[in-house]
């Protein structure tokens, strides 16, 4: 770990850079398509009751962690109690996972862009063409090796500043487009109120314990928590920065944007199928096949399709970007090797990895582990097992270990910390049940001893 840190400028730069991070394709793709599968509005209640109570306590938790070590996951958790020190390099497993999958989500995407500008909206819009997409062997796995390729790049030659300005400004254009394509379907589309009361509305008749297991792996990937990522984003910030308020306000960013895309995916979803349930639970595939129908639909439909995959796209590099520079700096501090070789060796792993998962759609479709193909297997083991195992872990250790009072003095440093006794709950006795309980039912669930 290189001892001279650097540090965020200040409020703004620390929260816009782990909002940056944490928005990405989780927001706007798979937000949407658990929310339509697991019940609707009563998935969005649930998400935000896990999100302000459970998911606030384990991001501030992070965030201290950090700052007080100046260090990232694998040497904080060593730093406070050697006896822990194995959640970091736990933890640090979850982002090389995630990444290769991630990156053939983003090969989609760049699909979708060339095949809005090569003026093919109509074939995109047909119910068939994600599917059959997907099934084929060559142009998938060429998509998804570009997409990693152009992130690999980015981080071999440490170009990030360039890619997060540019960012900066996708952003606001992405939320702005987000917004007219919610009053284009809602005002315009029959039967697209049936969906946004679907969304908004909890109704208990659609609630199952998959979705608060839904809802909670949802939370873990969509803040970048239980990974060691906040830890890092924390060992940057300064002690003047109040790790309450920021807290507060990525969780408003982050799930405002993955709010207004399930607003944007879910009426349109009814309108088009009148929401049966097979296409509300069709799963990862739910975007690409919803947005092309409204884009086929709108007028200027063809270039507002283009400009939206391109937002999503950056928003997706930039993500992609920041699991890459974690897994390169772990690399880098493990194994002693210089960064461009272990940019390399990342991109080794990953292209393994990845492969496995477009395959798992297409040549390889009959290869099933615990009834999944690869890449929801891949998501199922971070989401699922890894993070919920990790996040445990944090809880036990801030809980009863180091004890919450260490971390609310780190968080005190700058000012009072109104939600410490909510802060303290969670962690010690709330969240450690709670995560337990979830964990095993998603693990007894995927073995098929319990049915949920
Ligand atoms: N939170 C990101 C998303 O919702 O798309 C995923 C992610 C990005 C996780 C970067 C971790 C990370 F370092």
Redesign the pocket.
Known sequence: MSSERSSFTGKVGFVLAAAG???????IW?FPYLAAKYGGGIFLLAYVILSVTFGFSLMVAEIAIGRKTQLSAIGAFRALDRRFAFVGPLASIV?II?LPY?SVIGGWVMKYISGFALGQTQRMADSGYFNAYIGKIGEPILWFVLFIVITTVVVFFGVEKGIEKVSKIMMPILILLILGIVIYTVCTMEGAWKGVIYYIKPDLSHFSLMTVVAAMGQLF????LA?G?MITFGSYTKKEISIEQSTHQIEIF?TGIAFLAGLMIIPAVFAFSGGDQSALGQGPGLMFVTLPKIFHSMPGGTVIGITFFVMVFF??LT??I??ME?VVSIFMDRLHLGRRACCLLVLGISLLLGLLSTLGYSAWSEVKLLGMQFLDLFDFISNSVLMPIIALLTCIFVGYFLKPGTLIEEVELSGTFRGKHLFSVMIRFVAPVFILLILLSSVLNAFNIIQI
């Open positions: 991070s944490a928005v990405g394709l989780g927001n798979r982002p995630i991630y990937y969509s803040m970048s990974m990522i982050d928003a997706a993500s992609a920041s699991l974690t």
